[in-house]
């Protein structure tokens, strides 16, 4: 299993960005996945949630509609949809294969900063 994120970087505040997270390795289609992120000093908090059929999504109380999380099973990529950018968003973001038996796979993260 390979998980490979990009898209982040140094934005301002109420701007956007998009964060991609590639998967290899593993029936892509069959798994749910997830976006989370891990604040300097804070623990890894869950940001979002989408199932293998995106027919159902899910999202933490301080991301819902700024937030957006998608995927193209037929790229093998899911998405994060980030608008309207805090400070507090500020972190490493890391998506997961969530595997059935409650197993996490872990990409290796990608830093985003928000800051004027």
């Known amino acids: 299993v390979q998980l490979v994120e990009s898209g982040g970087g140094l934005v301002q505040p109420g701007s956007s960005l998009k964060l991609s997270c590639v998967a290899s390795?593993?029936?892509?289609?069959?798994?749910?996945m997830s976006w989370h992120r891990q604040a300097p000093g804070k623990v890894r908090e869950l940001v979002a949630s989408i199932t293998k059929t995106a027919d159902s999504t899910n999202y933490a109380d301080s991301v819902k509609g700024r937030f957006t999380i998608s995927r193209d099973n037929a790229k093998n990529t899911v998405y994060l949809q980030m608008n309207m950018v805090r400070v507090e968003d500020t972190a490493v973001y890391y998506c997961?294969?969530?595997?059935?038996?409650?197993?996490?796979?872990w990409g290796s993260g990608t830093p985003v900063t928000v800051s004027s």
């Open positions: 997961s294969a969530d595997w059935y038996s409650g197993f996490k796979d």
């Open positions: 390795g593993f029936t892509f289609s069959h798994v749910d």
